[in-house]
């Protein structure tokens, strides 16, 4: 059974950081596309950022330069580095995993940017 810990929940304010950790079981991270997604009150859910297997990432034009995806293969954890952020981040994030016809996703965590 496949289970995703997501952690990290806070309120956050402008221009603080954050970081988000997604710890997997009954999948090996290393040889999944990770990801983050997040959606936003009244909007659909967007891709945030995803790592393949081989490493190469790709990022939402909104978060590019201020959030960071990173692999600890050895914990099997997926993290997602939030800085400089903004109240248009306010979400729920989403961890998940694909692989071939597989697709997992975690229950979400709400981050709050708010003065």
């Known amino acids: 059974q496949v289970q995703f810990v997501e952690s990290g929940v806070g309120l956050v304010q402008p221009g603080g950081s954050l970081r988000l950790s997604c710890a997997a079981s009954?999948?090996?991270?290393?040889?999944?596309?990770m990801g983050w997604s997040r959606q936003a009150p009244g909007k659909q859910r967007e891709l945030v950022v995803a790592?393949?297997?081989?490493?190469?990432?790709n990022y939402a034009d909104s978060v590019k330069g201020r959030f960071t995806i990173s692999r600890d293969n050895a914990k099997n954890t997926v993290y997602l580095q939030m800085n400089s952020l903004k109240p248009e981040d306010t979400a729920v994030y989403y961890c998940?995993?694909?692989?071939?016809?597989?697709?997992?996703w975690g229950q979400g965590t709400q981050v709050t940017v708010s003065s």
């Open positions: 009954g999948i090996i991270v290393k040889i999944y596309t």
């Open positions: 790592i393949t297997s081989g490493g190469n990432t």
């Open positions: 998940h995993a694909q692989w071939l016809s597989s697709d997992y």
